[in-house]
């Protein structure tokens, strides 16, 4: 499987943007997808998955009330709009997808990496 993720890039803070991946290859194996994200000095974190199958969506609870995700299965593409940015949300952003059952909320339930795509909120 590969995912290319895209749509980061400068943003004030208040502002917003989306960000999308695309999954190709064995797509049919994956059980979920997801965003991490990875912050200059800091390690990388948790942000939002989505169940492929049946779309249930769970967040970290620092982009909880701020970030949506979502998934067009036709397009084999997961989507992440990012409302109300701040400037700690700048970061690098992976896509992730998982084919085990699990949530994909931790970095060892991830079977896959797409590059990263560039936030920066600027305050």
């Known amino acids: 499987v590969q995912l290319q993720a895209s749509g980061g890039g400068l943003v004030q803070a208040g502002g917003s943007l989306r960000l999308s991946c695309v999954a190709s290859?064995?797509?049919?194996?994956?059980?979920?997808m997801g965003w991490f994200r990875q912050a200059p000095g800091k390690e990388r974190e948790f942000v939002a998955t989505i169940r492929w199958s049946v779309g249930t969506v769970y967040y970290a609870d620092s982009v909880k009330d701020r970030f949506a995700m979502s998934r067009d299965n036709s397009k084999n593409t997961v989507y992440l709009q990012m409302n109300n940015l701040k400037p700690e949300d700048t970061a690098v952003y992976y896509c992730?997808?998982?084919?085990?059952?699990?949530?994909?909320?931790?970095?060892?339930?991830?079977?896959?990496w797409g590059q990263g795509t560039l936030v920066t909120v600027s305050s």
């Open positions: 992730a997808a998982g084919s085990r059952r699990t949530t994909g909320a931790r970095s060892s339930e991830i079977d896959y």
């Open positions: 290859g064995h797509t049919f194996s994956l059980y979920n």
